[in-house]
């Protein structure tokens, strides 16, 4: 039996020495994320945040900071395992689910129902390792934030189906979050998303269209696969899957809505309108001016996560009588609105260019 005890002791030993390590390590680690890794935003000009307010993070003073090394030393590990099997493993069955068939020719009830099932299976438990343990979820009306849109119209039309699905854009979390609603939809994404490892697969099996933002003669492109997606889905809207468009094209810090692009509006064709609104005391998940690697870090170095889902119904723009090439801007327009005033938020012309100018401009002076 002694031999038994002394392996065991020497696992403890070896166990220990490793999590001491681990902990040395991961702490530095943290502390010059927190520090130097932060330099550039605790050493911003005021009047640069103050002209791209809708881009700011505003939180780093509210941190809770025995949160974030606690959640570093014991649990961090464990979401970064949950997080990456669930999306490997949600991948790996989305490719399963398209094995053998091209998305481009639809698919089966059955196929169709696979999909939908994986995605939505796996992304909830890759959310679980983000922290998102509950995703709240309300159901709003239309008709409540536009009085002018015919009441009966967001009644009858409330769970109708339709081939666009919009939101406003906060974070990467988005994605999870959408594949979680019934409609599981496909997405409107960048191209390099499609070369992503574990992600890009993913992508791709469900249909996504992608977007060559830089490359403009590859934008009618687009527009020409979204209406046919559009008719695709007129003609078998039980197998094949919504198409999911941020209007904004890129994301805000959580308090805004930016300018909404055409692409979701072009063919004024019904819209499913659903809202994202994260509600965390200290950290925002916003995806503004971390980086997507540091937004990472901080997001799984919370307790807890929080995020309501709002789901609007379906705007039907008929009533508005568009017929117009430019009358997109009116409904866009209509649709933002909306948004604004269900989710408390203000408006803002701005959008991905700006973006793009004050993230230049935040770090220019700054060593990263």
Known sequence: MLPIYLAAYAGYIIFGAIWFTYAIWMTS??????????????KEDPSLGEKYDCFRRKD???????????????????????????????????RFGTMCHNPDKGY??????????????????????????????????ISDYDPSYPRDAAEKHKNAPAPIVVSNHVSFIDIFLYMCVREVPSFLAKAEIKKYPIFGGGATALG???????????????TTQIEKRVDDFAKNPGTTPPVLIFPEGTTSNGEYILS??????????????YAVKYTNKNFSPAFDTLGIGKLFLFIMLQFRNSVTVYDLGVFYPDYLNLKGEEDWQEY???????????????ATDMGFQDMITYQKNLTKDIEM
């Open 29 to 42: 680690f943290v502390r010059k994320q927190m520090g130097p890794g932060l330099k550039f935003l605790h």
């Open 60 to 94: 780093i003073n509210k941190w809770n900071k025995c949160e974030i090394y606690f959640c570093a030393l014991f649990l961090f590990p464990i979401r970064v395992m949950i997080f990456f099997w669930g999306s490997f493993l949600g991948s790996v069955f989305l």
């Open 108 to 141: 089966s009830c059955l196929r169709r129902a696979f999909i939908k099932c994986s995605a939505y299976f796996w992304s909830r438990v890759a959310l679980i390792g983000l922290g998102f343990y509950w995703i709240r979820r309300e159901k709003l009306n």
């Open 208 to 222: 996504t269209i992608f977007l060559q933002r830089d490359n403009k003669d590859k934008r009618n492109d687009v």
């Open 260 to 273: 909404f692009k055409k692409g979701a509006f072009a063919n004024m064709t019904p819209l499913r309108m």
């Open 332 to 346: 866009a327009t209509r649709v933002k609105h909306i948004y604004v005033k269900a989710l408390g938020l203000k």
